[in-house]
């Protein structure tokens, strides 16, 4: 049964699968991030322009693990091994180890949860999501009291991987929360969508989802999670800090160098729907209090 939150999405507001699973509906102009490549100022620079055919379309993503074009991940993640899959745990935890994903995993309920999704791109749609509490994970490994960041890293297949081979970003991708972030009820690890296990383009088979985050932050395919008492090292953070905070919560009022974050295209609203306005923290306000008194112009 889907947990229910302030923002009160249902069943009605989820992007139809097709689409989410189909993406592309514009070709536009990238930046390092692929910058408003579904935004609405391709449309206004050419309103002829049309979608391509679905063939050409599906399994736009981003997973640069894969590749730096949409379509990459789709073309290339087929070949990830999946199967067998270990997570290591350590770090500042009482009980670390090698755990194979299903002992992980193992006497923690699986919940439906419907959330929204949003990229630092401008783009967002919303997803129904299956997995587990992070907290509850973190529970049951023990976290020391020392404490106070949780570290994430992704899988490394290099012969699989050609966007490892091209050098552009330093991998393994590794990402980090605030212990009080990873632990809020909202912080999901997911392992499915609409009820099937996870694409391998979208992260298979175990990711994290913190939907009032920018997408970027939600890392995929992970092999390993640690407690630490210092601030992890990010992946887009260090590579370009003064586009890419270590928080990168969804905020309308802090623009991204190159391009507004107020506004944002709902995916599956059609090739000239108008843009939506964001909000803040992507509409979890139960999450404000995690940041009380923080300056989040200057912790972007």
């Given at each position: 049964?889907?947990?229910?939150?302030?923002?009160?999405?249902?069943?009605?507001?989820?992007?139809?699968?097709?689409?989410?699973?189909?993406?592309?509906?514009?070709?536009?102009?990238?930046?390092?991030?692929?910058?408003?490549?579904?935004?609405?100022?391709?449309?206004?620079?050419?309103?002829?322009?049309?979608?391509?055919?679905?063939?050409?379309?599906?399994?736009?993503?981003?997973?640069?693990?894969?590749?730096?074009?949409?379509?990459?991940?789709?073309?290339?993640?087929?070949?990830?091994?999946?199967?067998?899959?270990?997570?290591?745990?350590?770090?500042?935890?009482?009980?670390?180890?090698?755990?194979?994903?299903?002992?992980?995993?193992?006497?923690?309920?699986?919940?439906?949860?419907?959330?929204?999704?949003?990229?630092?791109?401008?783009?967002?749609?919303?997803?129904?999501?299956?997995?587990?509490?992070?907290?509850?994970?973190?529970?049951?490994?023990?976290?020391?009291?020392?404490?106070?960041?949780?570290?994430?890293?992704?899988?490394?297949?290099?012969?699989?991987?050609?966007?490892?081979?091209?050098?552009?970003?330093?991998?393994?991708?590794?990402?980090?929360?605030?212990?009080?972030e990873a632990?809020?009820?909202l912080t999901?690890?997911?392992?499915?969508?609409?009820?099937?296990?996870?694409?391998?383009?979208n992260g298979?088979?175990?990711?994290?989802?913190?939907?009032?985050?920018?997408?970027?932050?939600?890392?995929?395919?992970?092999?390993?999670?640690?407690?630490?008492?210092?601030?992890?090292?990010?992946?887009?953070?260090?590579?370009?800090?003064?586009?890419?905070?270590?928080?990168?919560?969804?905020?309308?009022?802090?623009?991204?160098?190159?391009?507004?974050?107020?506004?944002?295209?709902?995916?599956?609203?059609?090739?000239?729907?108008?843009?939506?306005?964001?909000?803040?923290?992507?509409?979890?306000?139960?999450?404000?209090?995690?940041?009380?008194?923080?300056?989040?112009?200057?912790?972007?």
């Amino acid at each position: 049964m889907a947990r229910r939150w302030s923002n009160d999405l249902t069943w009605a507001d989820v992007t139809p699968r097709d689409t989410y699973l189909n993406r592309r509906q514009i070709m536009a102009g990238a930046g390092a991030m692929g910058a408003l490549s579904l935004g609405g100022a391709a449309a206004a620079q050419d309103a002829a322009l049309e979608p391509n055919t679905l063939e050409e379309i599906r399994g736009y993503n981003n997973f640069y693990e894969f590749g730096y074009d949409k379509e990459d991940p789709a073309r290339y993640a087929g070949e990830m091994r999946v199967d067998p899959w270990s997570v290591k745990v350590d770090g500042l935890v009482d009980r670390p180890g090698d755990y194979a994903l299903a002992d992980l995993l193992a006497g923690l309920e699986t919940e439906e949860r419907i959330y929204r999704h949003r990229c630092v791109e401008g783009w967002s749609m919303v997803i129904p999501w299956n997995g587990v509490e992070l907290a509850d994970l973190l529970a049951k490994v023990g976290v020391q009291p020392a404490a106070k960041f949780v570290a994430f890293e992704t899988a490394v297949q290099p012969e699989v991987m050609p966007g490892v081979r091209a050098g552009v970003l330093e991998f393994p991708y590794v990402e980090g929360l605030r212990l009080d972030e990873a632990t809020h009820p909202l912080t999901l690890l997911a392992t499915g969508i609409y009820g099937e296990p996870l694409a391998n383009q979208n992260g298979a088979p175990i990711r994290l989802v913190v939907p009032w985050k920018y997408g970027f932050k939600s890392i995929k395919s992970i092999v390993r999670i640690s407690l630490v008492e210092e601030q992890p090292p990010a992946t887009w953070n260090l590579t370009n800090p003064n586009e890419y905070g270590f928080y990168s919560n969804v905020n309308p009022t802090v623009d991204h160098p190159r391009w507004s974050q107020a506004t944002e295209r709902k995916i599956g609203g059609g090739l000239f729907a108008s843009r939506q306005p964001t909000l803040m923290f992507n509409g979890y306000d139960e999450v404000a209090s995690l940041y009380e008194g923080m300056d989040l112009v200057e912790n972007f």
